[in-house]
């Protein structure tokens, strides 16, 4: 852990869908090396199952490379029941190898559908 400098990571969120999608919280200052977690909100406000996929973007862009996800929502396709409410955690540390002259990050995710309508248990 680089204790000698902050890099404060801001949230983003943007739905392509029938759903509210947001951050906790807005920003984040870490030290780079320190393991941090947030959470992002998603309710589907529709009556029917949905597959869902959150494609991950970064700026400045070259901070791509040194923000390290060990577990997040993005990794996989979610599926949300009807009227569903989920909190999806996303743990993450910058690399301390980040340039120094970055000190905000921001982290953004585009939530959208993905194939057909989910099947549910009266299909």
Known sequence: VDTSRYVTVEFDANAQGPWRFRPTVNSVRVHPGEMANVV???????????????IPSYAPQ??????KKLECFCFKQQTLGPNEARQMPVAFYVDPNLPKNVTTITLSYTFFEVGLPAKTASN
């Open 40 to 54: 992002y909100e998603v309710v589907n406000k529709e009556a029917r199952a949905i597959n869902a996929q959150a």
């Open 62 to 67: 070259e901070a791509a490379s040194y923000f």
